[in-house]
């Protein structure tokens, strides 16, 4: 079982950072590949970003491609989201997903592929 805690959403200015946080509980974390869904109001739950277990390998949707990076911690159980020259359809629910793997290397970018979820931050971006 694995419990995940976002953090650092907030209100943020077009162009602007936010850094996004997801904690992990368990000492299995590296066992896990992770990723980032994000949900607008009436729409679906689009992937952001994926990184496999080993954190080698990394994968974004064209749409947040060179302004936002994933990385993990191990160490620390925590998976970032580090968005940068955000803009105001970045506005959405975050939320972070862990995905039980025997593979390191591997990436998963469905909502359907992974096993747990966090609560979700709130990111609003204003024009």
């Known amino acids: 079982q694995v419990q995940l805690v976002e953090s650092g959403g907030g209100l943020v200015q077009a162009g602007g950072s936010l850094r996004l946080s997801c904690a992990a509980s368990g000492r299995t974390f590296s066992s896990y590949a992770m990723g980032w869904f994000r949900q607008a109001p009436g729409k679906e739950r689009m992937f952001v970003a994926a990184?496999?277990?080993?954190?080698?390998?990394?994968y974004y949707a064209n749409s947040v491609k060179g302004r936002i990076t994933i990385s993990r911690d191990n160490a620390k159980n925590t998976v970032y989201l580090q968005m940068n020259s955000l803009k105001p359809e970045d506005t959405a629910v975050y939320y972070c997903?862990?995905?039980?793997?025997?593979?390191?290397?591997?990436?998963?970018?469905?909502?359907?592929?992974?096993?747990?979820w966090g609560q979700g931050t709130q990111v609003t971006v204003s024009s």
């Open positions: 990184i496999s277990s080993g954190g080698g390998n990394t």
């Open positions: 997903a862990a995905a039980l793997t025997t593979v390191r290397t591997r990436l998963r970018t469905r909502p359907e592929e992974y096993d747990y």
